[in-house]
């Protein structure tokens, strides 16, 4: 979340991240309360999985499950959006700059 915050985020005094600046990788919008937003994988892990990743050690599929290196990886997404895809096919592109999904 830190890393995807366009402005520096807020944090109690726990170190939760409480205010922030995103935009919804899906939708375009804009987001201030990280409450509102979940962490979504690009590619799928099942896809993933299906795709080869059903070979790799169990110690490498939670690295690449975790992997924070790469913005196009994990994102942020606004949480009614991600969880309305459930059980749906989609397939992501990038076009523009922008990620977009597609509804097979």
Not at 24 to 47: A, Q, R, W
Not at 75 to 100: I, M
């Amino acid at each position: 979340m830190e890393r995807d915050s366009l402005i520096p985020v807020y944090k109690n005094e726990s170190g939760k991240i409480i205010h922030g600046l995103w935009i919804c990788s899906y939708t375009g919008l804009l987001f201030d309360d990280p409450k509102n937003l979940d962490i979504d994988h690009m590619v799928p892990l099942m896809e993933a999985y299906v795709s080869g990743a059903e070979n790799w050690e169990q110690g490498y599929r939670i690295k690449y499950a975790n992997y924070l290196n790469s913005k196009i990886h994990l994102v942020p997404v606004y949480n009614s959006s991600n969880r309305e895809k459930e059980c749906k096919r989609y397939f992501c592109v990038v076009a523009s700059s922008k990620y977009q999904r597609i509804r097979l």
